[in-house]
């Protein structure tokens, strides 16, 4: 793979995204959340999404202008039809809502349906906790999950994020609720690359460690039973609350031509009420156990990893830099 400046990325992405009619503001900010994913070392969903973004857009079935019809259920509690707008538009108009009401009422939230992919939740997490404000941030997807014990998939892999204000910066928490992201999988396929053997059935609910072959099965939960349970959970909340899709009802973020459907749940909460960056430390400074060399806060990692690309360059797959070249209208020799 070769390496290519990340603002060179972030700026053919936000070209591309114009050149499909997404604005200059709205465009920045698409970019901006597939960039982080680069960043972060999780390309499954970084730049290889663009192109179904794209297509979604020329398909119909996503709406580039579109931020969201906002109606309040209660003084703190936000519901948005996101008028098939382009995720990251609809949730962070959504955001901005919260914060402005949570300064009232001490906690606000957000349910969303009828938008479309939001991408990492990270991002989100880590922009509203430099606020000052923590921050819940729940979605849901297609049924990508087996549960514990099945062989098909009937559970999305339903991610969270929380983003925790700290004197040291923000505590950042991101993870789906299964082994991985069917991105991730998608990426391995991408790149031909095989998955470990405990990641996935095939369609015949079979372990498998071909990528192409677990695309068409189910991906198993995190943690066994224990996965599936907050997995479940997940579900039950976001769709309930959002009156969106469930179990293997939702559609549209893995693929270019059904509406999406899934939901999403975001709570605000100005504060911590006490400093907890002291606490953090002093996990920090623990004694590693074997084979670690050193005991790291959740987040820390993939910021790491992102000073290290800013500084370096990003490793890009070349198809998905032919790819991205060809959405900007830039020819491949450039």
Same mark, same amino acid.
């Given at each position: 793979?070769?390496?290519?400046?990340?603002?060179?990325?972030?700026?053919?992405?936000?070209?591309?995204?114009?050149?499909?009619?997404?604005?200059?503001?709205?465009? =920045?900010?698409? =970019?901006?959340?597939?960039?982080?994913?680069?960043?972060? +070392? @999780?390309?499954? #969903?970084?730049?290889?999404?663009?192109?179904?973004?794209?297509?979604?857009?020329?398909?119909?079935?996503?709406?580039?202008?579109?931020?969201?019809?906002?109606?309040?259920?209660?003084?703190?509690?936000?519901? @948005?039809?996101?008028?098939?707008?382009?995720?990251?538009?609809?949730?962070?108009?959504?955001?901005?809502?919260?914060?402005?009401?949570?300064?009232?009422?001490?906690?606000?939230?957000?349910?969303?349906?009828?938008?479309? #992919?939001?991408?990492?939740?990270?991002?989100?997490?880590?922009?509203?906790?430099?606020?000052?404000?923590?921050?819940? @941030?729940?979605?849901?997807?297609?049924?990508?999950?087996?549960?514990?014990?099945?062989?098909?998939?009937?559970?999305?892999?339903?991610?969270?994020?929380?983003?925790?204000?700290?004197? $040291?910066?923000?505590?950042?928490?991101?993870?789906?609720?299964?082994?991985?992201?069917?991105?991730? @999988?998608?990426?391995? =396929?991408?790149?031909?690359?095989?998955? *470990?053997?405990?990641?996935?059935? $095939?369609?015949?609910?079979?372990?498998?460690?071909?990528?192409?072959?677990?695309?068409?099965?189910?991906?198993?939960?995190?943690?066994?039973?224990? +996965?599936?349970?907050?997995?479940?959970?997940?579900?039950?909340?976001?769709?309930?609350?959002?009156?969106?899709?469930?179990?293997?009802?939702?559609?549209?973020?893995?693929?270019?031509?059904?509406? &999406?459907?899934?939901?999403?749940?975001?709570?605000?909460?100005?504060? *911590?009420?006490?400093?907890?960056?002291?606490?953090?430390?002093?996990?920090?400074?623990?004694?590693?156990?074997?084979?670690?060399?050193?005991?790291?806060?959740?987040?820390?990692?993939?910021?790491? &990893?992102?000073?290290?690309?800013?500084?370096?360059?990003?490793?890009?797959? *070349?198809?998905?830099?032919?790819?991205?070249?060809?959405?900007? +209208?830039?020819?491949?020799?450039?």
């Amino acid at each position: 793979m070769s390496h290519v400046d990340a603002a060179t990325l972030r700026n053919l992405a936000q070209i591309a995204l114009q050149k499909a009619g997404v604005s200059e503001v709205n465009s =920045a900010l698409q =970019a901006d959340l597939l960039m982080e994913a680069e960043l972060r +070392g @999780v390309s499954s #969903h970084g730049l290889l999404r663009l192109s179904r973004i794209v297509a979604r857009i020329q398909n119909g079935v996503t709406d580039p202008a579109a931020t969201g019809a906002h109606q309040w259920a209660s003084r703190a509690f936000l519901t @948005v039809d996101g008028q098939k707008g382009l995720g990251p538009i609809v949730a962070q108009s959504a955001i901005d809502a919260l914060l402005d009401r949570a300064e009232e009422t001490g906690i606000a939230a957000a349910a969303i349906t009828n938008s479309n #992919h939001i991408g990492m939740l990270a991002w989100y997490a880590e922009h509203v906790a430099l606020k000052g404000v923590s921050i819940v @941030v729940l979605s849901t997807s297609e049924a990508l999950v087996h549960p514990w014990g099945a062989r098909q998939a009937m559970i999305g892999t339903n991610p969270i994020a929380i983003g925790v204000p700290t004197a $040291d910066g923000p505590f950042v928490m991101d993870t789906a609720t299964s082994v991985v992201s069917m991105g991730e @999988v998608h990426d391995h =396929a991408h790149r031909k690359a095989s998955i *470990p053997d405990h990641w996935a059935l $095939d369609e015949n609910g079979d372990p498998t460690t071909d990528a192409e072959a677990a695309k068409k099965g189910a991906i198993a939960p995190f943690g066994q039973a224990k +996965g599936y349970a907050l997995g479940l959970a997940f579900e039950l909340l976001v769709s309930g609350l959002a009156a969106s899709a469930i179990g293997r009802d939702v559609r549209g973020t893995l693929d270019d031509t059904n509406v &999406c459907n899934k939901g999403d749940l975001i709570i605000v909460m100005p504060g *911590p009420r006490r400093e907890l960056a002291g606490y953090l430390q002093a996990i920090r400074d623990m004694q590693p156990a074997a084979g670690f060399d050193a005991v790291l806060v959740p987040g820390e990692r993939g910021r790491a &990893c992102r000073d290290q690309r800013l500084r370096d360059g990003v490793p890009v797959v *070349p198809e998905v830099y032919r790819t991205l070249l060809q959405l900007a +209208g830039v020819p491949a020799a450039a």
